[in-house]
């Protein structure tokens, strides 16, 4: 499978812990790009890098998220500290350059209890 | 800023019946159009795209979608439904340095047989 994935596809964590997310995007796309999706919503954009560069944070919804890409591949998306309001689907994409469509992993779901 | 509204939050149509699902978009220049289907759990499948040229585009599973600069929209469509198009769809703009989409709130289609 050559699509974009994520790892892991559930995640379950108690209010306060820390969680890490990873996403493998399609082996030749420089742009890698995080959304947020809560229940009957649309996709929210979060953050997005190029190469190993991240070009645009402003967007994280507070300090306790912080996503890294060291080596131009996969990514990492950390949450600390969770809140019961962080209980989304996290979704991840990739695309090849600035003028081309985003394909979308699975997703990870996160629950907050 | 971009924006995009999905009128429709639940549309019901018959097996064989035809579709079409609206979007408006607000962005000050030419938009990179999208729609997108998520099935249950599921990460988003790109359906098609307009980036310029013909206003007609054509996508997967037989659905098109027209783009109507004057009206600012750009509806999906599809002329017989399948019992598996049952799905939410999202129509989303990406700003031309493509480094985000924005995406509407989504209309969940249900078929009836």
């Known amino acids: 499978d050559t699509g974009v994935s994520q790892d892991p596809r559930h995640k379950i964590t108690k209010r306060g812990q820390n969680v890490t997310f990873r996403c493998d995007p399609i082996?030749?796309?420089?742009?890698l790009y995080w959304y947020r999706q809560t229940l009957g919503q649309g996709p929210e954009f979060l953050t997005y890098?190029?190469?190993?560069?991240?070009?645009?944070k402003s967007r994280l919804l507070s300090d306790r998220f912080s996503a890294e890409r060291p080596k131009g591949s996969f990514s990492t998306l950390e949450i600390q500290r969770t809140e019961q309001g962080d209980s989304a689907m996290y979704l991840c994409?990739?695309?090849?350059?600035?003028?081309?469509?985003?394909?979308f992993g699975p997703g990870t779901r996160l629950t907050v209890t | 800023a971009q924006s995009v509204t999905q009128p429709d939050i639940h549309i019901t149509v018959s097996e064989g019946a035809s579709l079409e699902l609206r979007c408006n978009y607000s962005?000050?220049?030419?938009?990179?159009l999208f729609w997108y289907v998520q099935s249950p759990g599921q990460g988003l499948q790109l359906l098609l795209k307009?980036?310029?040229?013909?206003?007609l585009v054509q996508g997967i599973k037989g659905f098109e979608a027209e783009f109507k600069r004057s009206q600012s929209s750009f509806n999906l469509r599809k002329p017989s439904v399948h019992w598996s198009d049952a799905a939410e769809y999202f129509c989303?703009?990406?700003?031309?340095?493509?480094?985000?989409?924005?995406f509407g709130g989504g209309t969940r289609l249900m078929v009836k047989p």
């Open positions: 989303a703009v990406g700003n031309n340095a493509g480094n985000m989409l924005t």
């Open positions: 307009y980036f310029s040229g013909d206003t």
């Open positions: 994409a990739s695309s090849l350059n600035r003028v081309n469509e985003q394909y």
């Open positions: 962005y000050g220049a030419t938009p990179y």
């Open positions: 082996s030749e796309h420089n742009r």
């Open positions: 890098f190029q190469n190993e560069a991240q070009l645009e």
